[in-house]
Every structure is written in C-alpha cells, then in structure tokens.
C-alpha cells in the first residue's frame, strides 16, 4: 500500500486499519521457510499497527517466545501444529479455518463459498489465491477486506465518493454477514486444540481485531 499517497486523503488510523487485515491473514497461512523467517518482523509490525488500540497483542509475543528460536526447528513446530489444527481430519478436523464448516445445517460446500464468490463478485473481484486456498478460508476473506479497504482509499484519492460508499457498504456487510457470523466459533476451537499457543493467540487477535472494527464501523458485532 502506497502510505506517502493515501496520507493525504486518509488518517493514520484509517491506513493502519486496511493493513491490519493483510497482517492478519499472513500470519494464518502455511507456515514456510520464508515466512518463519520474517516472523519476528511480522511480530513487531503488528505491535506497531495495534499500538494506542484497544486491541492487546500481548498472547502474540507470549507465545512467540516460547516456541523454538532456531527457524528450522520453529518451522517444524508451525507446520505440524497448523496441520493438526486446519488439515488433518483424523478423527476429525479439529478447527476448518472454512466458512463453510460452520453452518447450522453442517453442509460442507454448498451455501457459505458459494454466498462468498457472490461477495467477491458484486466487489468487482475474480477469486484468486496464492496459496491455492478455498474461496471460503479465512487467510482469503481477511485478504478480501485488505482488499476493500484498499479500493476505498483508492476511491477518495480518485475524488469518487460514490464508489468510496459503495467499498465502504461492501466492507459493512462481509464483515457482518460473513466473518463474525463463524470467526467466533472458529477461535474457541483453536484455543481448545491448539498445543503450541501460537495459533490461539493468533485466533484470539483476529477474533478482537474484527469485533472492535465491528464496533469502529458502526455494526452490532454476533456474540464472541
């Protein structure tokens, strides 16, 4: 994001909250070799973005601490604790970072992805992921609001009010009707099996972090 640009038009705060949501999502995917190896920045950017919030990233740095300092040994640590906890089924799985796992009616693939492409859709998005995740997975929702914020900000640059209300009422409503309608129970099943603390305290951040820009943008957050 060009911060030297949207300055101009935008406060720091509206800035950091668009990054947030692309930190955020960084910090679900599969851990690789590159991405341990930036962690500890990623770490200090976060603390950097949270600062003078209401938003605490204490369990962060907690639990950081505790896991292995050597990155091949941390990278082997990350890699079997997010396969235990979002893809290995047996018996089952044990927290599906996917939309689609927490509906009332236990359907799968039907409803929530297919509800989410229509989202991406109406925003002017094709689905694409890099990491070759479902539309529905959480690093690619987070990614989308990265993704909203960013056209908003581009909309008061581009002095085009009606598309900067438009992002904005986009922004409203996935956050509503989609991330806090699952994020919620997907964080309390993430701290039951988590075993390493990492991925608990990154649950517990985004869980936070969306119930307050709930509360910053005017919504009446689901229960956490």
Request: glycine share 4%; charged share 20%; hydrophobic share 45%.
């Amino acid at each position: 994001m060009n911060t030297n640009i949207f300055s101009q038009i935008a406060s720091e705060r509206e800035i950091k909250r668009v990054s947030i949501y692309r930190l955020l999502a960084w910090g679900l995917a599969y851990p690789t070799a590159e991405r341990v190896a930036m962690i500890l920045t990623w770490q200090e950017t976060v603390e950097q973005v949270f600062a003078h919030s209401s938003v605490s990233t204490q369990s962060i740095a907690t639990a950081l601490s505790l896991l292995p300092q050597d990155e091949t040994d941390l990278l082997i640590t990350l890699q079997m604790e997010y396969e235990h906890l979002f893809i290995n089924d047996a018996p089952e799985l044990l927290a599906p970072p996917y939309a689609s796992a927490y509906t009332h009616d236990g359907d799968i693939v039907k409803y929530p992805a297919r509800s989410i492409l229509e989202a991406y859709r109406q925003a002017e998005v094709s689905f694409y992921s890099e990491s070759f995740e479902l539309p529905d997975h959480l690093t690619v929702q987070l990614e989308f609001m990265h993704h909203l914020g960013t056209e908003t900000l581009n909309a008061k640059y581009l002095n085009r009010p009606e598309r900067v209300g438009m992002f904005e009422a986009f922004q409203q409503e996935f956050l509503y009707q989609h991330l806090l309608y699952w994020v919620p129970a997907w964080r309390i099943r993430v701290a039951k099996a988590d075993r390493v603390g990492f991925y608990a305290a990154l649950a517990q951040l985004i869980g936070d972090w969306l119930t307050t820009d709930a509360h910053n943008l005017g919504l009446l957050p689901l229960a956490d």
